[in-house]
């Protein structure tokens, strides 16, 4: 069986093909490299790791230390709370918050597990709700993991009543990858000042550096007018760059991965001309050589009669299809 010569570790050495089988040697070869390119986001998310940690829903002490110092019992008791990303992997701020004496207290998710009171998306509190639902809202490691964050925090400052509260934690540049169930954003604290721009921030605090996050708790205003964020971008996982819109930072990606298609590709048919190039210059040579037997021939009395020589003339037509020989005047 033929093996290309090219493919690693391979000890035959195939031979000369023509144009069609070199384009379809090239088509599976490009075909291979889409598959192993189809690897490069997971390539890019383990070098961003630098760690062999990995990372789920992570609600750690200092997290949970910044709801006791931002949720006071005055926000709380006899106060409607609504925890979004209430799934309990690894600690809540429900039994704390709790003990506050809240009228209610809910936790959503998008999926059943411990915290979890009703399955709702953070993108549909509002459609669920209403408008003006909670007295306060509280978000743990939660907003780097949706798509669509600004229409999950608007979701959050709508349904916050005048007054109330708003905490989140999250993550920022230098966190590990923790895919649960996606992760898309890293916030640092100039987001954070932009985009509750429209609400009074009272404490913004900065992860322990092992860790990079950054918390934050807003109240919203009695005069509320939501700031429009459609024009800020925030660093994506996805594209390890800032971007306006998770799209954009797929769009990115799939160019980042079709370039180096390309230039897989581009790589394929360089050292193919190369080859070509090889024997080309082999061919050339042969004819050189040749055209030299041939010219000493013509010299000899036996010149149609010689055997060598139509072997020789018989090389050259097929290095040079339209070789003609000069008539050598002999009948």
Request: with cysteine; proline share 5%; glycine share 6%.
């Amino acid at each position: 069986m033929w093996v290309p010569r090219h493919v690693a570790g391979s000890d035959q050495a195939g031979p000369r093909v023509n144009a069609p089988g070199r384009a379809r040697v090239l088509q599976g070869d490009a075909a291979r490299c889409r598959e192993s390119v189809d690897h490069l986001r997971i390539r890019r998310r383990r070098r961003a790791q630098r760690t062999t940690r990995y990372h789920t829903h992570v609600c750690n002490d200092k997290c949970l230390e910044f709801v006791r110092t931002a949720v006071a019992i005055g926000d709380v008791a006899g106060r409607r709370v609504l925890e979004v990303g209430a799934f309990d992997v690894n600690g809540s701020p429900r039994p704390f918050v709790s003990s506050l004496g809240p009228a209610s207290y809910l936790g959503i998710d998008i999926a059943n597990g411990p915290g979890v009171d009703r399955i709702c998306p953070a993108e549909q509190i509002v459609g669920e709700f209403g408008r003006e639902s909670f007295d306060v809202i509280i978000s743990t490691e939660m907003v780097e993991h949706v798509r669509d964050w600004r229409l999950v925090i608007s979701n959050m400052k709508q349904a916050l009543a005048p007054n109330g509260l708003l905490v989140v934690t999250t993550r920022s540049l230098g966190f590990p990858l923790h895919e649960y169930p996606g992760d898309y954003w890293r916030y640092e604290a100039s987001d954070m000042r932009i985009v509750f721009a429209d609400c009074d921030i009272e404490l913004l605090e900065k992860d322990d550096p092992a860790d990079p996050g950054i918390f934050v708790a807003v109240r919203r205003p009695q005069q509320f007018e939501e700031l429009d964020l459609l024009g800020h971008a925030l660093y994506s996982m996805v594209c390890e760059g800032r971007v306006t819109t998770i799209e954009e930072a797929e769009a990115r990606l799939r160019a980042a991965t079709e370039l180096t298609t390309l230039r897989s590709e581009l790589s394929l048919l360089q050292k193919e001309t190369n080859e070509l190039s090889s024997q080309l210059a082999t061919a050339v040579r042969r004819e050189a050589s040749l055209r030299s037997e041939l010219d000493a021939l013509r010299n000899t009395r036996t010149f149609r009669y010689t055997a060598r020589l139509r072997r020789a003339y018989s090389d050259v037509r097929t290095h040079r299809g339209q070789t003609t020989l000069p008539h050598s005047g002999r009948r």
